[in-house]
């Protein structure tokens, strides 16, 4: 694996996490693999884009994300399947989630 400094100037990565309601774990599981799939399909700005469920949070499921420039990663936020997301989970998430983004030539 790459240290971040590795990537290009001006990347950015995106640790993002949102709780799901437990009854509908399954299904957000599953909309969510469509997602990555197609981000990592059709995504070109796009290095790096995982999901998991948190060790110490098992309702969590995390976003870990990496893209190339500030505008990868405003254009992800602009696709379709990233907005079908959230109308397929909304509901199944509780409200809110957090949402880091980091520069990556910044890090120290």
């Not at 990565?13 to 399954?26: D, G, P, Q």
């Not at 909309?31 to 884009?49: A, F, Q, S």
């Not at 998430?93 to 910044?106: A, M, S």
Request: charged share 30%.
């Amino acid at each position: 694996m790459k240290d971040l400094q590795d990537y290009p100037k001006g990347s950015l990565t995106v640790m993002a996490y949102f709780k799901a309601v437990s009854v509908y774990k399954k299904d957000v599981e599953r909309i969510t693999k469509i997602l990555v799939e197609k981000v990592k399909k059709t995504e070109k700005g796009n290095l790096i884009y995982e999901a998991s469920w948190s060790v110490n949070e098992p309702d969590c499921i995390v976003f870990h994300e990496v893209f190339e420039n500030s505008q990868a990663f405003e254009t992800h936020k602009e696709t379709a399947h990233f907005k079908q997301w959230g109308i397929e989970t909304e509901g199944m998430c509780q409200p809110g989630g957090n949402i880091f983004v980091i520069e990556n030539d910044k890090l120290f």
